[in-house]
């Protein structure tokens, strides 16, 4: 998502057995909107949601993005489609 423009800067804190991820959302700076405007689960531990390279979802006719889950690690769809990668759809983002 940084790299996509969504966030300003993250980084790793080292606290506790497992650690956090601190991360600071990018906002517009004159008029003071967010960069997400919208942030929407898709699989649920009860219901997963799985997608072939070929029937990736568009999110907002390919405005917005979608992440997934793949053999190779989690990344969008756009990358997904370039890597012919199908997996689990985790979130749509715009």
Known sequence: MFEKGYIL????????PQGTIKIALKY?????????????RVSTPGLRQY???????????GLGIAILSTSKGVMTNKEAIGQKLGGEVICYVY
């Open 9 to 16: 800067s993250y980084k790793f804190v080292d606290d506790g």
């Open 28 to 40: 517009d700076p004159v008029n003071k909107v967010n960069a997400i405007k919208s942030l929407q």
């Open 51 to 61: 997608v072939g390279y070929r029937e990736m979802p568009r999110v907002l006719n």
